[in-house]
T-cell receptor, first 117, second 114 residues
Framework: DSGVTQTPKHLITATGQRVTLRCSPR?????VYWYQQSLDQGLQFLIQ???????AKGNILERFSAQQFPDLHSELNLSSLELGDSALYFC????????????????FGEGSWLTVV | AQSVTQLDSQVPVFEEAPVELRCNYS??????LFWYVQYPNQGLQLLLK??????LVESINGFEAEFNKSQTSFHLRKPSVHISDTAEYFC????????????FGTGTKLQVIP
């Protein structure tokens, strides 16, 4: 158990709809990352938040948005869903600035399976 | 900008044979290096990591990786693979700092053949 919790584990929704994926990072971790994994694109970095602020942006579509709340949990919002958005979405977290060990290791959740039909 | 290259997308190997999964990185500063493993239908798990010190790092299940600064490589090796090692392996690099930006490779699927 990595300590990173993602909900829901599975989600089936229709095209055009909007969904929200939720992530609780490991206790004390300030950084949260979102990744998308699909068969054709592999593991794609979407976005990173650090202590509530956006720190890095990857291949995140404009239809997608994320935020990190004061309690450090994060949500990834996916809107106007298309068939191609079907994928496994991972949340990951890592520790505080200056941390020696956990500060440089990313811990992944089990992922949220999204199927768009 | 940092980047990671995993040259092999798939590596088939017979059980009990040795295996090497290759990883090369590029970065203009000192880096931290990681190998993650993803078993079927599971999330990514940390396998081993290099932060500093000895350039040879080992995992609890017999894998090892060696940081080679001159060749900018961090290849993963195991002298004798088991069926249970069948998984996808991801190399990752981080330049550290106050907020870590981690870049992952495209992954290598290790298929152990009985």
């Amino acid at each position: 158990d990595s300590g990173v919790t993602q909900t829901p584990k599975h989600l089936i929704t229709a095209t055009g709809q909007r969904v929200t994926l939720r992530c609780s990072p490991r206790s004390g971790d300030l950084s949260v990352y979102w990744y998308q994994q699909s068969l054709d694109q592999g593991l794609q970095f979407l976005i990173q938040y650090y202590n509530g602020e956006e720190r890095a942006k990857g291949n995140i579509l404009e239809r997608f948005s994320a935020q990190q709340f004061p309690d450090l949990h994060s949500e990834l919002n996916l809107s106007s869903l298309e068939l191609g958005d079907s994928a496994l979405y991972f949340c990951a977290s890592s520790g505080a600035a200056g941390g020696q060990d956990s500060g440089n290791t990313i811990y992944f959740g089990e992922g949220s399976w999204l199927t768009v039909v | 900008a940092q980047s990671v290259t995993q040259l092999d997308s798939q590596v088939p190997v017979f059980e009990e044979a040795p295996v090497e999964l290759r990883c090369n990185y590029s970065s203009s500063v000192s880096v931290y290096l990681f190998w993650y493993v993803q078993y079927p239908n599971q999330g990514l798990q940390l396998l081993l990591k290099y932060l500093s010190g000895s350039t040879l790092v080992e995992s609890i299940n017999g894998f090892e990786a060696e940081f080679n600064k001159s060749q900018t490589s961090f290849h993963l090796r195991k002298p004798s693979v088991h069926i249970s090692d069948t998984a996808e392996y991801f190399c990752a690099v981080s330049e550290g700092g106050g907020y870590q930006k981690v870049t992952f490779g495209t992954g290598t699927k290790l298929q152990v053949i009985p």
